[in-house]
């Protein structure tokens, strides 16, 4: 694989062989070439026939999840506080540059098993989602592909927390780092006390994941990023907040509007949010889930766009974010 190339590859310039200057022509031009053709303008593969009604004054855009995706790319109205359904890799591209504050986001691990292990004395299974299934080759080229966009739409020294397991970690923090050249600040290690036991007992009972801290500019030129220091003091009781961080899993109370395989801890989100955002900053979190990123956002007066594939776990986030409240986290706060 030629790492270098895949670096200089990007939306940006793809769309600037169009010859065009700014957004606007750009969306134009995009619109156009997609009624005339039928093909995604950005995915270049056929994606189906257009299901779009023109009269004198309007353009309806019918049908799948791209056609909502395309739509963002016409539209110039920001979805601010919204929850998007449909494939991120398809919907970040609609996005101006530097549109967004801080992204915090919990993408595909690639951990999930074709063949689930279970247990037979308890409940615990392995993961065996869809979404979450790639071949080694795939996941690295997938991952790729998701960061750069969600570096585009990244302000210059905003900043970025990738969740991530073992399975995982290593990948993200490569591409960060060799790829895209990000500065890494710092890795949070997540400790879960009540990890659920070792089913094969050839191991370590696995009980911590990763969140990894980048700033978006090149490693030697990041500076000014967010870092809310003596918040997180005042958190941990006046001792400088450590990046071992000791939260139990994500309690029932979290999930009564529905399960989800890996909804994250609030608690986990809100340190998160509370250190590396200020009042009024736009978060993004492309892997949206259960919602759980805009829950805390609104509870600490952030702005919020989510992106997810899957409608149901759409359902159960509005009805979590329906639900948040400024005042959930007085202990931590
Ligand atoms: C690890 S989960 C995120 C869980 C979330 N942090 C929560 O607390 O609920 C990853 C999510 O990404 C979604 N997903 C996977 N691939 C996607 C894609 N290409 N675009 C948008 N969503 C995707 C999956 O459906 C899944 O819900």
């Known amino acids: 694989m030629d790492y270098q190339q895949m670096r200089n590859i990007d939306i940006k310039n793809e769309l600037k062989k169009r010859g065009l200057k700014g957004y606007s022509s750009l969306k134009k031009a995009l619109l156009i070439e997609y009624l005339s053709t039928g093909i995604h303008p950005l995915k270049k593969s056929q994606v189906s026939t257009p299901a779009v009604n023109i009269d004198d004054t309007n353009i309806i855009l019918e049908g799948p999840e791209y056609v909502d995706s395309l739509y963002g790319i016409i539209t110039d109205d920001i979805p601010v506080n919204k929850i998007i359904s449909g494939d991120c890799l398809d919907i970040l591209p609609s996005f101006p540059d530097g549109l967004f504050d801080c992204c915090i986001t919990d993408p595909p691990f690639n951990m999930s098993k074709k063949k689930g292990l279970g247990w037979a004395f308890s409940s615990h299974v392995t993961m065996q989602e869809q979404w979450d299934i790639f071949s080694k080759d795939d996941y690295f080229q997938f991952t790729v592909n998701w960061i750069r966009e969600v570096l ?55 009980s911590t994941e990763f969140i990894i801290w980048a700033v978006n500019n090149e490693s030697k030129k990041a500076k000014n990023w967010t870092f809310n220091y003596e918040n997180m003091k005042s958190m941990n009781r006046g001792k400088q907040m450590r990046n071992m961080w000791e939260i139990p899993l994500t309690p029932k109370s979290e999930k009564k509007h529905g399960k989800h395989p890996s909804q994250k801890p609030t608690a986990v989100v809100n340190r998160i949010i509370l250190a590396g955002s200020n009042e009024g900053d736009l978060i993004l979190d492309p892997f949206s889930g259960t919602g759980t990123t805009a829950v805390v956002a609104e509870m600490h007066k952030r702005k919020w766009i989510m992106i997810e594939k899957d409608e149901t776990y759409n359902q159960i986030a509005k009805m979590r974010i329906d639900e948040s409240t400024y005042s959930l986290f007085e202990d931590e706060t």
């Open 152 to 206: 585009r739409v990244l302000k210059t020294n905003g900043n970025l927390f990738i969740f991530g397991s073992f399975h995982c970690i290593f990948t993200i923090g490569f591409i960060l780092q060799n790829i895209f050249d990000r500065r890494i600040i710092s890795q949070i290690v997540w400790y879960k006390p009540n990890a659920q036991p070792n089913i094969t007992c050839r191991m370590f009972t696995e």
